[in-house]
C-alpha cells in the first residue's frame, strides 16, 4: 500500500512540463485552401471565423498577403509576444518566413486574406524584396508577421 502511495506522491511533486504545441506546414492547416500552385507560387485563400483560430502553422519561405477586408486579429508567433494587428481592405504585407505562428480574430469579423507564398526557396530574395517594397510602399504597406 505504501508503493503505490508513495509512487502517487512523487509524480505530485515533479513539476509537470508542458509539451510543446507541434507546428504544421500551411497546406496542413485547415484554415488556409490551397486555390493555385505552380512551380512558381502557391496561393492559399486563408479564412479563419470568429471565436476559432488557425493551428499553429509555419512560413517556411516569403510570402506576400492581401487583406480582403478589414481584418482585426491576435498575430502570435512562437518565441514572441503575441500582437494585435489591424489591416484595411485590400491591404499589402510581406514576410520573409521562417517561423510558426497561430491567427485569432479579434474583432466581429472572420479573418480574410490572399496569401501567396513563393513555392521555392528564392536565390536573388534582396532584389526582389526590394522591387515589391518599391511598389507597395504606394500601398500603404504595413508589415503584419515577423
Not at 508542458?18 to 502557391?42: F, S
Not at 502553422?57 to 503575441?82: C, I, Q, W
Not at 494585435?84 to 520573409?96: A, F, H, L, N, T
Not at 528564392?122 to 503584419?144: G, H, N, W
Given at each position: 500500500m505504501k508503493a503505490p502511495v508513495l509512487g502517487l506522491l512523487s509524480?505530485?511533486?515533479?513539476?509537470?512540463?508542458?509539451?510543446?504545441?507541434?507546428?504544421?506546414?500551411?497546406?496542413?492547416?485547415?484554415?488556409?485552401?490551397?486555390?493555385?500552385?505552380?512551380?512558381?507560387?502557391?496561393?492559399?485563400?486563408?479564412?479563419?471565423?470568429?471565436?476559432?483560430?488557425?493551428?499553429?502553422?509555419?512560413?517556411?519561405?516569403?510570402?506576400?498577403?492581401?487583406?480582403?477586408?478589414?481584418?482585426?486579429?491576435?498575430?502570435?508567433?512562437?518565441?514572441?509576444?503575441?500582437?494585435?494587428?489591424?489591416?484595411?481592405?485590400?491591404?499589402?504585407?510581406?514576410?520573409?518566413?521562417?517561423?510558426?505562428?497561430?491567427?485569432?480574430?479579434?474583432?466581429?469579423?472572420?479573418?480574410?486574406?490572399?496569401?501567396?507564398?513563393?513555392?521555392?526557396?528564392?536565390?536573388?530574395?534582396?532584389?526582389?524584396?526590394?522591387?515589391?517594397?518599391?511598389?507597395?510602399?504606394?500601398?500603404?504597406?504595413?508589415?503584419?508577421?515577423?
Open positions: 509524480f505530485l511533486a515533479v513539476p509537470q512540463i508542458a509539451p510543446v504545441p507541434q507546428n504544421v506546414a500551411i497546406t496542413e492547416e485547415m484554415h488556409h485552401k490551397l486555390v493555385l500552385e505552380n512551380p512558381y507560387v502557391r496561393i492559399f485563400h486563408a479564412s479563419v471565423p470568429i471565436h476559432e483560430a488557425t493551428l499553429l502553422h509555419r512560413h517556411d519561405l516569403p510570402y506576400v498577403t492581401v487583406s480582403l477586408g478589414n481584418n482585426d486579429f491576435m498575430n502570435a508567433v512562437v518565441g514572441k509576444p503575441e500582437t494585435e494587428v489591424v489591416q484595411k481592405d485590400r491591404q499589402i504585407g510581406y514576410s520573409e518566413g521562417g517561423f510558426a505562428h497561430t491567427i485569432r480574430p479579434v474583432s466581429d469579423s472572420s479573418f480574410n486574406n490572399i496569401t501567396s507564398c513563393s513555392a521555392r526557396k528564392v536565390r536573388q530574395k534582396t532584389a526582389a524584396r526590394k522591387s515589391l517594397m518599391d511598389r507597395s510602399a504606394i500601398a500603404s504597406r504595413v508589415p503584419i508577421h515577423r
